[in-house]
């Protein structure tokens, strides 16, 4: 059968397209195409160009000659023995070359988010919800708020959450982070106790 079976190899500068046609059996299709799909994995993303043109030189490889060559009968009858196919071009070094980094940047993308979904952001990191009743101390020195709810009855409480309609003297206002249920709320004090 008469096909034609493409390589690509690019360069810093330049790009090289090799094409190989001929009368082949399936075997030795099979091997022509599987050497140069392998070479055009390894020498075909070295350029600008090179690297948006490789994956239609491959592409057009797998559906084109691959395809055809699959179609054929196995060889019989011949003077000299087929051409050796060797590995599947996926289970070749070339193509590993490509299918690992990529399944790495893929798998990455999921990884990530879950990560991010599971820490959280740092924004949220140790505010707990403070609700009116509650009681606080502060890690920082104020105006800073770094809030840890505690219980009232321990040493460490040093202000109430209170809903009023304004802070008095010795007040601070509540950061709306703090507030479950209607952050922002204008009220929302703590009170020293």
């Known amino acids: 059968m008469a096909a034609t079976v493409r390589s ?15 009368v082949f059996c399936r075997t030795c299709g099979l091997a022509v195409y599987r050497r140069m799909t392998s070479n055009t994995l390894v020498t075909g993303w070295w350029g600008l160009l090179s690297f948006f043109f490789t994956p239609f030189v491959v592409l057009g490889n797998v559906f084109g000659a691959r ?3 699959r179609r054929l009968p196995e060889p019989y009858g011949a003077l000299r023995p087929p051409l050796d196919p060797g590995r599947r071009v996926l289970l070749r070094a070339p193509a590993l070359l490509v ?14 988010a879950l ?12 505010r707990p919800g403070l609700s009116v009743g509650d009681c606080v101390e502060n ?18 409480a040093e202000y109430r ?5 304004s802070c008095g003297p010795g007040d601070y206002l509540l950061r709306p982070e703090y507030v479950t249920g209607s952050p922002g709320r204008p009220g929302h004090c703590v009170k020293p106790l």
Not at 8 to 22: E, F, K, L, P, S
Not at 142 to 155: E, I
Not at 161 to 165: A, C, K, L, M, S
């Open 8 to 22: 690509h190899q690019g360069m810093i500068i330049i790009m090289r397209t090799v094409t190989r046609r001929g």
């Open 67 to 69: 395809a055809a060559f």
């Open 99 to 112: 299918l690992v980094p990529l399944t790495l940047l893929v798998a990455a993308v999921p990884v990530l």
């Open 115 to 126: 990560i991010g979904l599971l820490a959280g952001s740092d924004d949220d990191a140790g």
């Open 139 to 156: 890690t920082v020195d104020w105006p800073d708020q770094a809030l840890r709810k505690v219980d009232c009855g321990s040493a460490s």
């Open 161 to 165: 959450v209170e809903d009023g309609p």
